[in-house]
């Protein structure tokens, strides 16, 4: 099982970036995917997650109207587009597979039962 995160990097304030998160060893249409972030000294944060079956998606408020998640099952990826990126957006960013039946959940990250490594999102002021 591996989940791949990709496509951090530095970015201007107000730039944008398109996050990847490439999934193989499992039956990725039958998963949840959801982003996680981790900024220096802080905890976990849940910021977006799409269902496996009707595709339904959930986003943290901070980020609402600025990030963009969606999912291709034909190339087990999921991406997170991040517009208007802002300095209080830098963090690590993790994927993450839950087997949930329904929906997705960005609060509940330990019934997520796979994780990626994170690629570091920075954003300059």
């Known amino acids: 099982v591996q989940l791949q995160a990709s496509g951090g990097g530095l970015v201007q304030s107000g730039g944008s970036l398109r996050l990847s998160c490439a999934a193989s060893?499992?039956?990725?249409?039958?998963?949840?995917i959801g982003w996680f972030r981790q900024a220096p000294g802080k905890g976990r944060e849940g910021v977006s997650c799409?269902?496996?079956?009707?595709?339904?998606?959930d986003y943290t408020d901070s980020v609402k109207g600025r990030f963009t998640i969606s999912r291709d099952n034909a190339k087990g990826t999921v991406y997170l587009l991040m517009n208007s990126l802002k300095p209080e957006d830098t963090a690590v960013y993790h994927c993450a597979a839950d087997r949930i039946k329904a929906g997705c959940s960005i609060y509940e990250w330990l019934t997520y039962d796979y994780w990626g490594q994170g690629t570091l999102v920075t954003v300059s002021s």
């Open positions: 799409i269902s496996s079956g009707d595709g339904s998606t």
């Open positions: 060893g499992f039956t990725f249409d039958g998963y949840a």
